[in-house]
């Protein structure tokens, strides 16, 4: 199992003057040849593969009579090697995605200097150096507080955890704040939690983030609500400088760092929120709201909100939380009326369509209702049909 470790990387001044020109010449190879493979591809109907780049560019970097790309051997060379094979796989991505008649990936886009984040990856390889033992040298390692990666020698970086594994390769990120970041592919193993006769049912929304079948609201922090003046003051101020200026650039980065302490307050919610209800329960119900659509129909202030809560995101993290500890997360029909059936008698009560109605009374048994823990109740038997 591959599991990803991020962490804070604090390199000095030379490292990020190497990292940034890692950056740029993963970004220059990228574009180089996405713009080669459209133009020979529009000339004579071909199309390079990954092999073919990469053979090319290490010939081109090792012939003496090309000084054009003799820069490119201060770069770590799985660095350019992991550039190519993102090229090619967002080829195969795209021409794989068209022939099912799938939007779901662009055409590759060129890469832009001043778009944010930007990263590259580095892979574990095992060089001519040999330990006293006789185990060869990784060229990625960790001891203490420090991680050597390619090119950048030992590079200090704050263990806020620990995990064991094997590495497979790291990720070198640099944000919009020009902040640092590392993220470690390990290949390990997660305990499974002991199993427990627990399920439950959740019913996601806007006003609250959920509300489950045992009667909990899980209430909607609403981080960019929080910020929105401020949000808004900065936007204002860097709009007043002069493009390209350094009042500019010291505008930007406040605003960057603004933006990303919301970002980073909303994961810490999600992973902490989804965590919880992994170790609370055996089975999670949910309904399967379909994010990209709501967002197109909604208005402005909806499509806000929506992001803001950020149901995708969280789905993605319940789905492979549950895969590591052995829990079951489980997904309706979109089209199931959760709000409108009531879960005592099974009476379809076509009125609560109105959002308005948070409370209603059964026409049929007299039962009373709150909307949102009946759906998550009906959410909660229509999902033990699939494992019943």
Same mark, same amino acid.
């Given at each position: 199992m591959y599991i990803t470790y991020k962490f804070r990387l604090y390199p000095n001044n030379k490292q990020k003057i190497q990292i940034n020109k890692t950056l740029g010449a993963c970004r220059w190879i990228y574009n180089f040849y996405l713009h080669s493979r459209i133009t020979i591809y529009k000339l004579y109907k071909i199309n390079f593969t990954y092999f073919k780049c990469s053979k090319e560019l290490t010939e081109w970097k090792n012939d003496k009579n090309i000084d054009s790309f003799?820069?490119?051997?201060?770069?770590?060379? +799985?660095?350019?090697?992991?550039?190519?094979?993102?090229?090619?796989?967002? !080829?195969?991505? =795209?021409?794989?995605?068209?022939?099912?008649?799938?939007?779901? =990936?662009? &055409?590759?886009? &060129?890469?832009?200097?001043? +778009? *944010?984040?930007?990263? *590259?990856?580095?892979?574990?390889?095992?060089?001519?150096?040999?330990?006293?033992?006789?185990?060869? @040298?990784?060229? #990625?390692? #960790?001891?203490?507080?420090?991680?050597?990666?390619?090119k950048l020698g030992w590079v200090k970086f704050i263990k806020s955890r620990t995990f064991i594994g094997k590495i497979v390769n790291v990720t070198i990120t640099k944000t919009a704040s020009r902040e640092y970041f590392i993220s470690i592919l390990v290949d390990t193993l997660k305990e499974q939690l002991p199993k427990i006769d627990k399920k439950i049912g959740?019913?996601?929304? @806007?006003?609250? &983030?959920?509300? $489950? %079948?045992?009667?909990?609201? #899980?209430?909607?922090?609403? !981080?960019? %609500?929080? *910020?929105?003046?401020?949000?808004?003051?900065?936007?204002?101020?860097?709009?007043?400088?002069?493009?390209?200026?350094?009042?500019?650039?010291?505008?930007?980065?406040?605003?960057?760092?603004?933006?990303e302490y919301i970002k980073?307050?909303?994961?810490? !919610?999600?992973?902490? $929120?989804?965590t919880r209800l992994i170790n609370e329960n055996q089975v999670i119900c949910?309904?399967?709201l379909d994010v990209s659509d709501m967002l197109q129909k909604g208005s402005n202030c909806l499509?806000?909100?929506?992001?803001? @809560?950020?149901?995708?995101? !969280?789905?993605?993290?319940?789905?492979?939380?549950?895969?590591?500890?052995?829990?079951?997360?489980?997904?309706?029909?979109? *089209?199931?009326? %959760?709000?409108?059936?009531?879960? +005592?008698?099974? &009476?379809?009560n076509p009125l609560v369509k109105d959002l308005n109605i948070r409370k209603w009374t059964c026409p049929n048994c007299n039962e009373h209702h709150d909307r949102d823990i009946n759906a998550a109740l009906n959410i909660l038997c229509e999902g033990l049909k699939q494992i019943s």
């Open positions: 003799k820069w490119l051997n201060e770069i770590a060379r +799985d660095a350019l090697d992991n550039s190519l094979q993102d090229l090619d796989n967002a !080829f195969n991505n =795209y021409f794989r995605e068209i022939k099912k008649g799938n939007k779901e =990936y662009g &055409f590759p886009k &060129f890469k832009k200097k001043h +778009d *944010y984040p930007q990263s *590259y990856r580095s892979n574990v390889t095992y060089g001519g150096k040999v330990k006293k033992n006789g185990e060869k @040298v990784p060229t #990625i390692d #960790i001891k203490g507080n420090k991680i050597k990666i390619p959740i019913d996601l929304g @806007v006003k609250t &983030f959920g509300t $489950t %079948s045992d009667g909990k609201v #899980i209430e909607n922090p609403k !981080f960019i %609500s929080k *910020y929105e003046k401020r949000i808004k003051m900065l936007n204002r101020r860097l709009s007043k400088k002069q493009k390209g200026g350094k009042n500019y650039q010291k505008a930007r980065i406040k605003l960057a760092k603004l933006h980073n307050q909303r994961l810490d !919610f999600l992973h902490k $929120t989804s949910l309904g399967s499509a806000k909100s929506i992001q803001n @809560v950020s149901l995708y995101e !969280f789905k993605l993290m319940m789905d492979y939380k549950a895969k590591w500890y052995g829990r079951a997360v489980l997904y309706i029909n979109r *089209y199931f009326p %959760s709000s409108q059936i009531c879960h +005592d008698c099974g &009476f379809k």
